[in-house]
Every structure is written in C-alpha cells, then in structure tokens.
C-alpha cells in the first residue's frame, strides 16, 4: 500500500543565494514581473511549482510512517475515534495531532485517554 513519495525540486524565488540579494528568503511566491526569467520558464531560472510534481491520490496525506493524521480538537472526537477504531481497526491506519487551541487542562485529558488506549499522539507533549 505505502510507497515512496517523489521528490521534487527546491522552488526558490529567483536570485536566492545571491550575494547582494541577502534579503531574499528560502520561500517560494509566484513570479509576476513581465519580464521574469523564472515565469516565462527559463531552464536557467530553476523549477516552479506544477501539478507534475503531486503525488498519487493513495499516499497523498501520508506520512512517512505510513500513517494518516487525524485532527482531534476535544474529548468528544477522540471518543468517536476509539469507536471506529474498534469497529473497523484505524488505530492502525492513523496517527492523533492535538489542536493547537487546546487548553493545557483538556490537553492532558485527551493525552491520558490515549495512552490507556495506546493511541499515538503526535504532538503529545504538555508543556
């Protein structure tokens, strides 16, 4: 089922690296200017971004692990989660990541009704 993702092309603004272009940063934006090397597609100019480069719809989203996230923002949800995973077996297919609005309270909740059902949290760490 897994398979390796591809690889892909750093896709840089142009002039990055350049030494009186300190100020550009590793980031990619879309070439607007109308005489930009990089937007009429110069080879020179590097990569862009392009639908070439996605992956297939059957390991977009996974992780190198081989497992997909699934998204928990309270007590309810990760609930839910423990039913299906009994019914159908998900735990195997998915990894839990925490909201980043979570409180400190509700966090350590969620945390401690995953380890009893040894559930792997991504960002399970309290600090």
Known sequence: MFTKKKNHPKFNVPN???KNRKRVKE????QRGIDNK???KKAFAGASPSIGYGNPKEIKGIRKDGKK???IHNKNEIL???EDSKSNNTNQL?????????SKKKRSEIIILAKQNNIHIVNGAIK
């Open 80 to 82: 839910k989660f423990l």
């Open 38 to 40: 990089k937007r009429v």
């Open 16 to 18: 990055f690296g350049a």
């Open 27 to 30: 980031r990619w934006r879309k």
């Open 69 to 71: 996230l699934m998204l």
């Open 94 to 102: 998915y990894n839990v990541v925490l909201a980043s609005n979570l």
